[in-house]
């Protein structure tokens, strides 16, 4: 695809040069909104897969339009819906765009500014924050508060550990934080280590002791199609006085013999990716965020969120 795209826009108009690769204005005539040019310009290039969650003015037809245009251009079914005050647009199904109608209640919708993660694990905390810093926010996490005490992780599934985090985490400060908990299941060995993957190999195990591990529990296991994993994650939101949200999602897999790869952490350098032949820790930062459990689980959870939000007080 390469050709220009001429967009109204009020009383102006936008000409886009679009390729498949990107877009970028040629020109344009008239006022512009300069949130409305952001919008539009962000979902010209959703081909990264975020989710954009933006204040925009009431202008429900200009995104109807736009979805026609994009669908007619692209071979994507893109679609614009309304619900309990909010824009959204999807494509093939997955939201790409979700926008307050009303003209400020982004302020009241939105993911606060600063979002407090329940960890200490920088390896972990640095995925979330490229996945929200995508969107505009400022991850922190526990290290920033030294005086918080340790959350024992004593719950037998992910979403009571990662309720327990949140929870207590938001209980203490009384803020809006963010929890997950995240981990490798082996089919083999009956979905071990499960809700143990950080001390697989004890309590205080290191990323290489758990994988060594691992590997020392498969080694009689040959034949590669009975190394099947996934990894899975549960995130929750919690805030004082309000029902947490819950969101999950898996990222299937198999083990490898060997570890391979420099990037990501934990398990990464032995959890090949299903329908290909790379480890996780193969990937490149962006590669991982848009397949990944973490990735998926964040994309449910801005799905989900405006409308959670919108019933707090």
């Not at 995508?134 to 526990?142: F, K, R």
């Amino acid at each position: 695809m390469n050709k220009p795209l001429d967009i109204q826009v009020g009383q102006a108009h936008l000409l886009y040069q679009v390729t498949d690769a990107s877009c970028q204005v040629m020109q344009f005539s008239g006022q512009v909104p300069q949130k409305e040019l952001a919008l539009t310009q962000a979902l010209l290039t959703d081909q990264t897969g975020q989710v954009f969650v933006a204040d925009y003015g009431n202008q429900p037809d200009f995104f109807s339009a736009l979805s026609r245009l994009l669908t007619q251009i692209t071979g994507d079914d893109y679609a614009y819906a309304q619900e309990d005050g909010l824009g959204q647009v999807t494509k093939n199904g997955s939201l790409v765009l979700a926008f307050a109608l009303e003209l400020g209640a982004v302020q009241e919708k939105s993911l606060p500014q600063k979002l407090l993660i329940a960890t200490r694990n920088e390896g972990k905390t640095k995925e979330f924050a490229e996945l929200f810093g995508a969107m505009g926010y400022e991850v922190e996490n526990l290290n920033a508060y030294p005086d918080l005490p340790e959350v024992a992780e004593t719950g037998m599934t992910f979403e009571e550990n990662a309720r327990l985090k949140a929870e207590t985490i938001a209980n203490l400060t009384g803020q809006m934080v963010l929890a997950d908990d995240s981990g490798l299941a082996v089919d083999v060995l009956g979905g071990l280590p499960g809700v143990w993957s950080a001390r697989f190999a004890g309590p205080d195990a290191t990323d290489e002791a758990n994988v060594a591990k691992l590997l020392h529990e498969l080694a009689t296991v040959i034949d590669r199609d009975k190394r099947s994993a996934h990894f899975h994650t549960t995130l929750v939101v919690a805030k004082p006085g309000v029902e947490s949200l819950v969101v999950e999602a898996d990222w299937p897999g198999s083990i490898a013999f060997n570890p391979k790869g420099d990037g990501g952490f934990g398990y990464d350098p032995i959890f090949v990716v299903a329908g290909t032949d790379k480890t996780a820790a193969e990937l490149s930062p962006d590669e991982k965020n848009q397949q990944s459990h973490r990735g998926q689980a964040v994309k449910r959870l801005m799905e989900v969120f405006p409308a959670w939000q919108a019933k707090l007080s």
